[in-house]
């Protein structure tokens, strides 16, 4: 009888806690100021083409990129951010991740015209990429 007490109690706190949830996601989603999905994307979409120009400068153009010239993209990237990133919040890491999505689509185009080298280098890239944004997380 102990045991189906137990369960029928993580049950009715699983429910309340399942209510509070939703009633907090309503609460929240009625006292949101309403901006049109649209435009806060297509805001945000000029903003990250923004930051990939600032960062990637002449490789700006991700479509544009070849096998031959992704790893100096990745490269441009990591000098811009270790450059920019001191006073980044989090708003820009995720313009940045944004960026480097851009390119790690990019990447699985090529993927098969890249050498082993590049393929290496390119992870070395991003993983010094993730380092200073958790670089950044400890300081806040």
Known sequence: MKNNNKILAKIMLAGALGFSFAAEAANYTLHTPAIPVAVAIAQDDNSVKQWQQELLGEYADVSKLTAENLRQAYITLLESARAKQA?????????????????????????????????AKIKLLQGELR????????KD
């Open 87 to 119: 006073n980044w919040s989090d708003q820009e890491w995720k313009k940045v991740h944004a960026v480097i999505n851009q390119l790690d689509a990019r990447k699985n185009v090529v993927e098969k015209q890249l050498g082993a080298d590049d393929k």
């Open 131 to 138: 380092a200073l944004e958790t670089k950044g997380d400890i």
